[in-house]
């Protein structure tokens, strides 16, 4: 069974397109996460819930939306898609927020042409 | 602002050579200490988590030791394998933000 899973694997658009990408986790976890892999490989966090709540906002731009149905789900939004958002981006989630071990879904590499 | 630092970037072994490597952050105020590997193409897989108050880790042929004061850990692996070829990430968690090194890519040669 797959801990966590992100869709689509790979996601290709075009300039300013809205776009989503889905994570679920089957771990029972609290927190959910997202980050961002630049094209130097370097990871930087964007966003964390905590049943519901966002607890972590990097100073990421506001088209970028996560969005929370339920605590296995935490999806990414991405409105008015720009060449510089193509990247790998990663959810993970942790048992409780405070630091405990992060468990990571495959990635989604967004290409915005 | 807490900043992570992953040295060498690159290195390259014979197979069966013990090696560490290593990171250090700027802040030591940190909760805990995450190692990860990352395969070409793919997501990160969780080795290795080092609470602040603990020392070190051991699992199987891989010991991860942490020295808060001096904003130190390091990552040993034993009689390293071919499969063992990856990028090493080590990361920092501390006030709901973790923040990652640039990796170490490691290349272990047959």
């Known amino acids: 069974d797959t801990a966590v899973s992100q869709t689509p694997k790979y996601l290709v658009t075009q300039m300013g397109n809205d776009k989503s990408i889905k994570c679920e986790q089957n771990?029972?976890?609290?927190?959910m996460y997202w980050y961002k892999q630049d094209s130097k490989k370097f990871l930087k966090i964007m966003f964390s819930?905590?049943?519901?709540?966002?607890?972590i906002n990097e100073t990421v731009p506001n088209r970028f939306s996560p969005k929370s149905p339920d605590k296995a789900h935490l999806n990414l939004h991405i409105n008015s898609l720009e060449l510089g958002d193509s990247a790998v981006y990663f959810c993970?989630?942790?048992?409780?927020?405070?630091?405990?071990?992060?468990?990571f879904g495959p990635g989604t590499r967004l290409t915005v042409l | 602002k807490q900043e992570v630092t992953q040295i060498p970037a690159a290195l390259s072994v014979p197979e069966g050579e013990n090696l560490v490597l290593n990171c250090s952050f700027t802040?030591?105020?940190?909760?805990?200490l995450q190692w990860f590997r990352q395969d070409p193409g793919k997501g990160l897989t969780s080795l290795l988590l080092?609470?602040?108050?603990?020392r070190e880790q051991t699992s199987g042929r891989l010991n991860a030791s942490l020295d808060k004061s001096s904003g130190r850990s390091t990552l040993y692996i034993a009689a390293s394998q071919p499969g063992d070829s990856a990028t090493y990430l080590c990361?920092?968690?501390?006030?709901?933000?973790?923040?990652f090194g640039a990796g170490t890519r490691l290349t272990v040669k047959p």
């Open positions: 993970a989630s942790s048992q409780v927020a405070g630091g405990n071990e992060q468990f």
């Open positions: 771990l029972g976890h609290d927190t």
């Open positions: 819930y905590n049943n519901k709540e966002l607890i």
């Open positions: 802040d030591s105020a940190i909760y805990n």
């Open positions: 080092i609470q602040s108050s603990q």
């Open positions: 990361a920092v968690f501390n006030n709901n933000d973790m923040r």
